[in-house]
């Protein structure tokens, strides 16, 4: 039989290396309770650990394409609010229009008809110039001003300062709802309302004859605008053309048709930031549950591993002063 010599140094040795492997392990499992992490550093587990920063990564990314939606959809929220009472607007004019063209509307009712229909322009040049937030939401990308202004010598003509609408996208407004993915929030409104403007100042013909400013007019602005005008030439000239204002119904029809076109473009784009959102949102859920099934510590389980642990290291700490205490004198 052969006999292999352990001296006493080595045991104390291989002693103190297991209280100090059990202490270790002890207080690891502490550290994993107080924090309720199982991976605080990443040398606990180095694959784990970028899993964790990518899927951290990821659930920032979503975090920002869910706020930009958020505003998006908030946004839209206050244009479709708006397009509504443009439309109520609209069809008030019409019901004024039918009125005045009525053979029997005399300059007493005109004249009535002319101040209710210069108060739904003005109306509507408020509805033009909503704003969310610090951003005047019809304007394009000149956000900072207002989108319509009263501009002429008696303040009768509408002016669009925002970005022109264009078969170009110069006027477009985007936020990006994934990698490379962007989606156009806006409407602009001289599209949508359009304008009515001096195209040439009255001035004198070669004879010294006075000629009538020639006004340009486009969308709900145009034909309300031409409607008021011609009411007010009606009044002052005493001779009421009952089929021209009557042909501004045809307008107002167009008018409507434009917003209620821009009503559905602005339900479409919701539509699809709602279904965004839910994915993204979905999404959400599901990374943060795999997050935690990396990161986070099962208490339960921790909490007896560590009861182990605690035995396991009184355990060595009294087998450790048992051994450690004999000598050759305990032979003697």
């Given at each position: 039989m052969v006999y292999t010599r352990i001296t006493n140094a080595s045991m104390s040795q291989n002693i103190l290396q297991n209280l100090y492997t059990n202490r270790s392990s002890l207080l690891e499992l502490q550290e994993q309770i107080s924090s309720g992490k199982k991976i605080t550093s990443p040398s606990d587990d180095a694959s784990a650990a970028m899993g964790i920063l990518s899927l951290n990564k990821n659930i920032n990314e979503n975090k920002t394409y869910l706020n930009n939606i958020d505003l998006a959809l908030s946004e839209l929220d206050t244009t479709e609010s708006t397009i509504k009472s443009s439309i109520e607007v609209i069809n008030r004019a019409k019901e004024l229009t039918l009125t005045a063209s009525n053979g029997t509307s005399g300059e007493n009712e005109l004249s009535a008809i002319k101040i209710e229909i210069e108060q739904?322009?003005?109306?509507?040049?408020?509805?033009?110039?909503?704003?969310?937030?610090?951003?005047?939401?019809?304007?394009?990308?000149?956000?900072?001003?207002?989108?319509?202004?009263?501009?002429?010598?008696?303040?009768?003509e509408i002016t669009y300062n925002g970005t022109p609408y264009s078969s170009s996208t110069d006027y477009q407004r985007k936020v990006e709802i994934s990698d490379g993915i962007t989606v156009t929030i806006n409407l602009a409104g001289d599209d949508i309302f359009g304008s009515y403007t001096t195209e040439t100042p009255a001035g004198v013909d070669?004879?010294?004859?006075?000629?009538?400013?020639?006004?340009?007019?486009?969308?709900?602005?145009?034909?309300?605008?031409?409607?008021?005008?011609?009411?007010?030439?009606?009044?002052?000239?005493?001779?009421?053309?009952?089929?021209?204002?009557?042909?501004?119904?045809?307008?107002?029809?167009?008018?409507?048709?434009?917003?209620?076109?821009?009503?559905?473009?602005?339900?479409?784009?919701?539509?699809?930031?709602?279904?965004?959102?839910?994915?993204?949102?979905?999404?959400?859920?599901?990374?943060?549950?795999?997050?935690?099934?990396?990161?986070?510590?099962?208490?339960?389980?921790?909490?007896?591993?560590?009861?182990?642990?605690?035995?396991?290291?009184?355990?060595?700490?009294?087998?450790?002063s048992m051994v450690m205490q004999t000598s050759l004198l305990n032979y003697i």
């Open positions: 739904l322009i003005g109306t509507l040049s408020d509805l033009g110039n909503t704003k969310f937030g610090n951003k005047y939401i019809f304007s394009g990308l000149n956000t900072e001003n207002a989108t319509f202004s009263a501009t002429g010598d008696d303040n009768n070669g004879e010294g004859n006075p000629t009538p400013a020639v006004m340009e007019g486009s969308g709900i602005f145009g034909t309300l605008c031409a409607l008021r005008d011609e009411l007010d030439t009606a009044i002052s000239s005493g001779e009421i053309n009952y089929d021209a204002i009557r042909e501004k119904i045809d307008g107002l029809d167009d008018g409507l048709n434009d917003l209620l076109n821009a009503q559905a473009k602005v339900g479409g784009i919701y539509s699809r930031l709602e279904m965004t959102q839910n994915k993204y949102e979905d999404d959400a859920i599901n990374l943060k549950k795999y997050r935690s099934g990396l990161e986070d510590v099962d208490l339960a389980s921790a909490i007896s591993d560590m009861q182990f642990q605690q035995t396991a290291l009184e355990a060595s700490l009294q087998i450790g």
